[in-house]
């Protein structure tokens, strides 16, 4: 198999894997915005249960995350939903990522001196619009080099689809390296990550520039 | 008459902060509040704000209740949107300015009235422009916070509340994060809008600045005005031993 045919063949999972990686950060974001305003509700026993959901997503391995959203279904319920397998993944990812975003939210959000809230209450301003116009984009600024390193820790992370034996980058190199008894397409599943992952950096340290006109 | 507090009563915890105290200010008037440390200057100026409630007493904007007092004891707040429309009626400039960071100076100033008060654009940015010229910042306008000195800096937080068209201002040690070389510019804009009759409640150290610009003083401690009069009068010839002391203090 010459580099070329390696490439075509393991070319799919890339796709696959760029997919997990994208719908994941789609869902992952706002829905770790939800989880961050659970834990800090003005309810103590919502504000209870999100604080375990969140010590459980990241208390337990991811891999056993994923395998406990394909399998739960079918041992649970007795359901086994066609076409499942791919659905399970975005859910057990996007799931679990809410919760570390979440946190990273929160500890932005906790960082806002007080005042600033009292300086937009005093002008006029409705909850909703310090919210968003006075408390969110400075939050955005401080958390983005812990996004960041988030994103990049989930770039990796999506090898971990080959659990559910989904044929992502990761699972396919796996695959082809055994049937050719060869290491190259470990070589190239580590230079793709690698590239995925300047490229994440590179982004975000534009988003990161180009909100440096201000301290 | 602007504002009325009537035995105003504030606790933290158990401690008692505030303890019966009664303050009205007049259209026109620059009442300035002196006191040690802790006598509550600070959490009385929050209360007449709303970013504290109070336990019991009332206090009434332009003739409105905003908060009363009821049978029981217990002080009761008017609803949220009435609340919201008196508000209106004060601006508040607080001592580190707590200026947004991330809007330049102009939008600073420009963004409440707009999207608060959803004043057009063009006769706000006019004001605006106009507030900046009387704070010495005109050539500031597209400069971020963080580019500007604490001066500067409370300058504009003073030009962003007044651009909201109070009829009180209060100001809460607005001199005290300052450099000292710096505090001579903002009590040089204060003392402009005093002259301009603009109602004002200054909580400051500033003994010689009180002194200059109030039309009424208010001598605070451990919770209860001590003393209150024309400034001459309190700084001059204060009737009360606790205020003696207190300026003996400030003296050395
Ligand atoms: N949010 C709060 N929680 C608990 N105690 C408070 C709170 N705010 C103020 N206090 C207490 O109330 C008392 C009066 O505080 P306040 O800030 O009003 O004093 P001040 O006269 O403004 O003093 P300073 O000149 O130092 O600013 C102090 O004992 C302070 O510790
Ligand atoms: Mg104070």
């Known amino acids: 198999m010459s580099l070329s045919t390696m490439l075509a063949a393991m070319g799919e999972g890339m796709l696959r894997t760029c997919l997990i990686f994208f719908l994941t950060l789609l869902f992952s974001l706002p829905l770790g915005m939800v989880v961050m305003f659970l ?24 891999m056993l995350q994923l395998l406990m959203w394909y399998f739960g279904p079918y041992y649970l319920f007795g359901m086994s939903i066609r076409g499942y397998r791919f659905a399970a993944i975005i859910i057990g990812f996007s799931v679990n990522y809410s919760a570390y975003f979440a946190e990273i939210y929160r500890g932005g959000i906790e960082a806002i001196p007080k005042g600033q809230y009292e300086a937009a209450e005093i002008l006029g301003y409705s909850k909703a619009q310090t919210f968003f116009k006075i408390i969110l984009p400075q939050v955005v600024k401080m958390i983005l080099p812990s996004v960041t390193n988030e994103v990049i820790t989930l770039v990796k992370d999506t090898s971990l689809a080959f659990t559910l034996a989904y044929n992502e980058m990761f699972s396919l190199a796996k695959q082809i390296a055994a049937s050719q008894t060869s290491f190259v397409p470990f070589v190239i599943a580590g230079v793709f990550y690698f590239i995925a992952n300047y490229a994440v950096a590179y982004a975000m340290e534009r988003i990161e520039k180009a909100l440096d006109y201000y301290n | 008459m602007i504002l009325q507090m009537k035995g105003i009563q504030k606790s933290f915890d158990g401690l008692e902060v505030l303890k019966d105290i009664s303050l009205h200010v007049d259209k026109g008037e620059v009442v300035s509040i002196i006191g040690p440390s802790g006598s509550g200057k600070s959490t009385l100026l929050r209360c007449a704000t709303f970013l504290e409630k109070i336990d019991a007493g009332s206090i009434d904007y332009m003739g409105q209740d905003a908060v009363t007092t009821n049978e029981h004891g217990v002080a009761q707040y008017v609803p949220h949107q009435e609340l919201n429309r008196i508000k209106r009626y004060f601006g508040l400039v607080f001592q580190n300015f707590n200026l947004f960071p991330h809007y330049s100076v102009l939008k600073n100033i420009m963004d409440a009235p707009v999207t608060v008060q959803k004043r057009p654009k063009e006769e706000v940015y006019e004001e605006a422009m106009r507030l900046l ?35 009180i201002l209060f100001f809460d040690e607005p001199t005290s994060a300052l450099d000292p070389e710096l505090t001579g510019e903002v009590l040089k804009v204060i003392r402009q809008l005093a002259d301009e009759k603009m109602t004002m409640v200054i909580v400051t150290h500033e003994m010689p600045f009180a002194r200059a610009v109030s039309s009424r003083v208010v001598f605070m401690d451990k919770g209860v005005i001590v003393e209150e009069g024309h400034p001459e009068a309190v700084f001059g010839d204060p009737t009360q031993e606790r205020t003696k002391q207190f300026l003996r203090n400030y003296q050395q």
């Open chain 2, 133 to 167: 010229k009387k704070m010495n910042l005109e050539n500031r306008a597209d400069a971020y916070p963080c580019q500007l000195s604490g001066g500067q800096q409370q300058r504009v937080a003073i030009a962003r509340a007044l651009a909201l068209n109070p009829e």
């Open chain 1, 39 to 62: 834990r800090r509700s003005r309810f103590r026993i919502v504000q209870s249960i999100t604080k375990i959901y969140i010590a459980i997503m990241r208390g337990t391995p991811l």
